[in-house]
């Protein structure tokens, strides 16, 4: 069931630089074999022929008995290069679609933020009555909004947030949700459509600038990960997509290659008359407003759980039933580990250089995960073994530690071999 209400002239608009959606597999093709994946080039070793098994043993499965198995795939780095929510935010802010926080006090936009950033971004940004900042123009203001969320820190190098759970949010990424305040989600819908036009064009490598700063200015699908999402469904997989940005911009993005906004979880703002807050809907003991739990880490978990399983409550925060759990899960940074960890078939890493992630990728315990080079300007080798004895695991206050196991077992450091 979709889980959010759309008016049909957004998706209308939507659909005119969208993808057409990849049509569900007819009843008569159950008796037809499998798809395989079509893009051969990029994969490593033998992580294609994994894939198609995978996919035909399921296949066949979900054919015979009438079930949909899940795959999730994280979005940014995952199935396309580079970051949307970056986008987003660097277009808001050279198109003037910032708007001041309420009675010009930055604290409002986030529980996390410190007085420093609040101080600091006062003193940069004009106030009085200002329906949107004038960030084109106005460069000291776009460089302290750009520097809070990209660094997070402010331009005078002070902790732009603090006192947050690291496995359950990041709010850094929150904060761009939370600068989408007193927009409607069709605005939104509309900013981030315009940006990914934008990136979409620009050559690779090209950069844009932003206050005085020079950013990244292009992103680009993975062939490869379309072609997998693509051959999933038409296998009868049901695919979602699970992202840190905000759900408006994840809509947008995964209608571009076929995925349906229903099925596209981003981090979402609670609504007041029709129009976004800088507040979030919550998940498992996380209570709408709270604003400590987005789709990061643990919280990634969390919302595939709720929104996709059904499973409400505190239940939602632990981890499912094996039979109920997806079977595919595909990620490439720390933030997607929990739910990695939970697909009970295959797990594919795009290899980032990520210290926990390519632990419990190459300590490769049950034998289910896969690790791919970066299918657009890949990683080279990293030199030095991955601190997992030590220092690869963030727990939820901020401190680093050893990368465990689940029974409790330190993973020794690994090698990097897949770049």
Same mark, same amino acid.
């Given at each position: 069931m979709n889980h959010r209400l759309r008016t049909s002239a957004a998706v209308a608009a939507l659909a005119l630089a969208a993808t057409p959606l990849v049509p569900a597999a007819p009843a008569q093709a159950k008796h037809r074999p499998c798809p395989t994946l079509t893009v051969s080039t990029g994969w490593y070793g033998d992580n294609k022929a994994r894939l198609d098994r995978l996919i035909a043993d399921h296949c066949a499965d979900a054919r015979r008995k009438g079930e949909k198995p899940l795959a999730v795939f994280d979005w940014d780095n995952t199935v396309i290069k580079n970051d949307v929510g970056d986008a987003t935010l660097y277009w808001l802010l050279r198109n003037d679609r910032v708007r001041p926080p309420r009675n010009d006090d930055w604290s409002t936009t986030s529980r996390h933020l410190t007085p420093a950033a609040a101080t600091a971004l006062r003193a940069a940004c004009p106030a009085g009555g200002r329906t949107t900042l004038p960030t084109a123009t106005d460069t000291r203001c776009a460089d302290e909004i750009r520097s809070v969320y990209t660094d997070g820190a402010t331009t005078g190098g002070a902790t732009a947030f603090a006192g947050f759970d690291h496995r359950r949010t990041e709010p850094q990424y929150a904060w761009l949700a939370q600068l989408l305040r007193g927009w409607t989600t069709r605005e939104v819908e509309s900013f981030a459509a315009a940006a990914r036009a934008e990136n979409l064009a620009a050559p690779q490598g090209a950069t844009q600038r932003v206050g005085t700063a020079r950013v990244t200015g292009w992103i680009r699908h993975y062939d490869q990960q379309r072609d997998l999402i693509h051959t999933l469904r038409r296998a009868g997989f049901d695919v979602w997509i699970v992202s840190a940005s905000p759900e408006p911009v994840v809509d947008v993005w995964a209608r571009g290659i076929g995925i349906d906004p229903a099925h596209a979880i981003g981090i979402r703002n609670t609504t007041e008359r029709g129009r976004l807050t800088s507040h979030f809907k919550g998940c498992g003991t996380v209570r709408d407003g709270e604003d400590t739990m987005i789709t990061y880490i643990d919280g990634k978990r969390c919302w595939i759980n709720q929104e996709i399983l059904g499973v409400r409550g505190p239940a939602a925060e632990r981890v499912q039933p094996a039979s109920r759990r997806q079977v595919l899960a595909a990620g490439d940074s720390d933030t997607d580990v929990s739910f990695l960890r939970d697909a009970t078939g295959l797990r594919l890493v795009l290899n980032r250089n990520k210290d926990e992630l390519m632990c419990r990728a190459y300590e490769n315990g049950d034998g289910r995960w896969l690790v791919n @080079?970066?299918?657009?300007? @890949?990683?080279?080798?990293?030199?030095?073994?991955?601190?997992?004895?030590?220092?690869?695991?963030?727990? $939820?206050?901020?401190?680093?530690? @050893?990368?465990?196991?689940? $029974?409790?077992?330190?993973? @020794? $450091?690994q090698e990097d071999t897949v770049y």
């Open positions: @080079p970066l299918f657009i300007e @890949p990683k080279a080798r990293k030199t030095t073994p991955y601190p997992c004895a030590t220092t690869g695991y963030t727990a $939820d206050d901020g401190t680093a530690r @050893p990368v465990r196991r689940a $029974d409790g077992s330190v993973i @020794p $450091d």
